[in-house]
């Protein structure tokens, strides 16, 4: 088995920039994906391939990788982005894990 | 318009079983591989189960490996969840999830969930 280890939960005031990290060795090698996830609401693609972003997400949103940790910033980050954030990887089709998920604060 | 919808969770016994269904709507559905996500109560989110989309491979956490099946109808344009041998550890919303191979198998469109509750 294998684990990604995220940041229980970051704060930051809005207008700065967020950054959530994701940690595992199987991301050298595989690509990360991040979800948001709002209070009783089913989780939402921000990220994938590492740094691709949905065209129906805001362009505030950034992920980047380096090694075995990948980053999810968020630039500007405005109350209407408070959430949880999971990254996602698959070290092989039938090795598939969330992080434990980040609990973002925007106050 | 994409949809998924999920159905058929319920409040369960111990030991006993139950049939997830998710629906989909606004894609081709045999183009895409099907998943299975769960979430505990406040917990976070935990992978269950893939199917390709032919049907004809399917993968499975650990935990639920020879408990669960997943399969689905290309004609009904649905997938499934087959659980047995529920247990308490199994309660959770359970979400359907479309895999994008176009977005490196990312999941792309997520359905509401539906509840599943084993207790006696």
């Known amino acids: 088995s294998y684990e990604l280890t995220q940041p229980s939960s970051v704060s930051v005031s809005p207008g700065q920039t967020a950054r959530i990290t994701c940690s595992g060795d199987v991301l050298a090698k595989k690509y990360t994906r991040w979800f948001q996830q709002k209070p009783g609401q089913a989780p939402v693609l921000v990220i994938y391939k590492d740094s691709e972003r949905p065209s129906r997400i805001p362009a505030r949103f950034f992920g980047s990788s380096s090694g075995t940790t990948a980053t999810l910033s968020i630039r500007g980050a405005q109350v209407e982005d408070e959430a949880v954030y999971y990254c996602y990887s698959a070290a092989d089709s039938n090795l598939r894990v969330f992080g434990g998920g980040t609990k973002l604060t925007v106050l | 318009q994409v949809h998924l919808v999920e159905s058929g969770g319920d409040l369960v016994k111990p030991g006993g079983s139950l049939r997830l269904s998710c629906a989909a709507s606004g894609f081709i559905f045999n183009d895409y591989y099907m998943n299975w996500i769960r979430q505990a109560p406040g917990k976070g989110l935990e992978w269950v189960s893939y199917i390709s989309s032919s049907g004809s491979t399917t993968y499975y956490r650990d935990s639920v490996k020879g408990r669960f099946t997943i399969s689905r109808d290309n004609t009904e344009n649905s997938v499934y969840l087959q659980m047995s041998s529920l247990r308490a550890e199994d309660t959770a919303v359970y979400y359907c999830?479309?895999?994008?191979?176009?977005?490196?198998?990312?999941?792309?469109?997520w359905g509401q969930g539906t509840t599943v509750i084993v207790s006696s």
């Open positions: 999830a479309r895999e994008n191979s176009a977005w490196s198998d990312a999941f792309d469109i």
